[in-house]
């Protein structure tokens, strides 16, 4: 029993104060415009400045494992090759088969997974699952972009180019990159940055999950459920299952085994709604799986923190 109160001191707090920014949304201290502004201000700000503060003040031939991120990319590459030609043999409508295929292994790697991962493997966690979220985040991206725009055959309004941009100017991936070339020459980083980023960046998770739970609503559970189902199952049990027996395979081991497993099995992030929206892409469908994923990862959670645990991981 002592090892399942463990893993609920890891998982608990996290769903928490998601819960607490619920609640402060629905009894009024919360509204859209301060939601709206509050992710702006971590998508762009808070969130960058953490990526490029951890990482860069970590070691990075220490904390960098290209077999974590090779077998990590690999298995988002099943996840969408098998969600998208499961889509197109059931004849999903376009917009459904772009959506279902995104929600099925693009994860909240920032927000909720980070958070996890900083419970579980406490800064040397943290750092390199930071580090890997600086290469995962171009692959889902570029595979969220072909899922939406295989099923139109081309047809986006919006372009190609537009979406390009918004993997190569992701405030993400630029901080996460910054700080991984800040590590590998070692550059220094003096005193007063240091301490202004420590306390700056202080705000970036806590603000994160209660920006989800003030963004959650059940009225988003709707249309069809079955497919928003089958996404989310994809998405927080098969997708950290293809990742461990990749990573397995490759040699992973210890910490990087469980980070690349956690990062894996995060639930849809809320960017899928987002681009479905802007994509043609069943938004519905996509909101539904955004939902379903994040109410159903606290059990699954539970369950790949006991087993890793277990292993001794």
């Given amino acids: 029993m002592s090892l399942f109160f463990q893993i609920l001191t890891i998982v608990l707090p996290i769903f928490l104060v998601i819960g607490l920014g619920y609640f402060l949304r629905r009894f009024g201290f919360l509204d859209e415009a301060f939601l709206h502004q509050t992710n702006r201000l971590i998508f762009y700000i808070a969130l960058p400045l953490l990526l490029f503060y951890k990482i860069g003040t970590a070691d990075f031939s220490a ?47 920032a927000y909720i997974g980070l958070a996890i991962v900083l419970n579980a493997y406490g800064e040397t966690g943290f750092t390199r699952a930071g580090i ?16 939406l725009l295989l099923p139109h055959k081309g047809g986006d309004r919006t372009g190609i180019g537009f979406w390009l941009r918004q993997i190569l100017f992701n405030p993400l991936i630029i901080a996460s990159f910054a700080g991984i070339l800040w590590s590998f020459f070692h550059l220094p ?23 989800i739970g003030g963004s959650f609503s059940l009225e988003k559970l709707k249309g069809d459920l079955v497919r928003a189902g089958f996404a989310t199952g994809i998405k927080i049990i098969w997708l950290p299952l293809i990742a461990a027996l990749l990573l397995v395979a490759l040699g992973v081991r210890g910490i990087d085994l469980g980070v690349g497993v956690l990062m894996a099995g995060t639930p849809a992030a809320t960017a899928t709604y987002i681009m479905a929206h802007q994509m043609k ?27 890793l645990h277990s292993l001794g991981i």
């Avoid at 159903?296 to 369950?303: G, I, P, Q």
Wanted: proline residues 4%; glycine residues 10%.
């Fill in 281 to 307: 892409g069943d938004a519905e469908l996509a909101g539904s799986i955004v939902m379903m994923s994040t109410l159903a990862s606290a059990l699954t959670y539970t369950v790949s923190l006991f087993v």
């Fill in 63 to 109: 904390n960098f494992n290209g077999a974590l991120v090779i077998g990590s990319v690999g298995a988002i590459t099943i996840a969408f090759l098998l969600s998208y030609g499961y889509a197109a043999l059931r004849r999903y409508p376009p917009g459904a088969r772009g959506a279902f295929s995104q929600g099925a292994f693009r994860g909240n790697l």
């Fill in 132 to 147: 890997l979220m600086g290469f995962l985040v171009p692959a889902l991206n570029f595979f969220a972009i072909l899922a």
């Fill in 189 to 211: 980083l003096p005193l007063i940055f240091s301490r202004s980023l420590k306390i700056a960046t202080g705000m970036t998770l806590p603000l994160a999950l209660i920006a």
